[in-house]
């Protein structure tokens, strides 16, 4: 069983920063692809950024330049740092494991004030 835990959300205003961050109680981390999507209210759940178990990252077109998504190996986390925030980047934030299945965290909810 893969338990993820997000941490690092809260308020900031448009042009702030913010750092998520997701650790993972599970073995051999390191073999898994590991993730961020979000979902705002009222609509789907939407891809953010990837990273895999080689260190091969993509991003969504709309976080692409101002997100960078980084793993600890050694720490068993998953980090995401949030440059130039939006308000149209507000919404819950939720962090996955994948390998042979996807397992989800909890989620951290990320509020951009304008």
């Known amino acids: 069983q893969v338990q993820l835990v997000e941490s690092g959300g809260g308020l900031v205003q448009t042009g702030g920063s913010l750092r998520l961050s997701c650790a993972a109680s599970?073995?051999?981390?390191?073999?898994?692809?590991m993730g961020w999507y979000r979902q705002a209210p009222g609509k789907q759940r939407d891809f953010v950024a990837v990273?895999?178990?080689?260190?091969?990252?993509n991003y969504a077109e709309s976080v692409k330049g101002r997100f960078t998504i980084s793993r600890d190996n050694a720490k068993k986390t998953v980090y995401l740092q949030m440059n130039s925030l939006k308000p149209e980047d507000t919404a819950v934030y939720y962090c996955?494991?994948?390998?042979?299945?996807?397992?989800w965290g909890q989620g951290t909810q990320v509020t951009v004030s304008s």
């Open positions: 996955y494991a994948r390998r042979f299945q996807t397992n």
């Open positions: 599970v073995t051999m981390f390191n073999m898994y692809g």
């Open positions: 990273i895999s178990s080689g260190g091969s990252t």
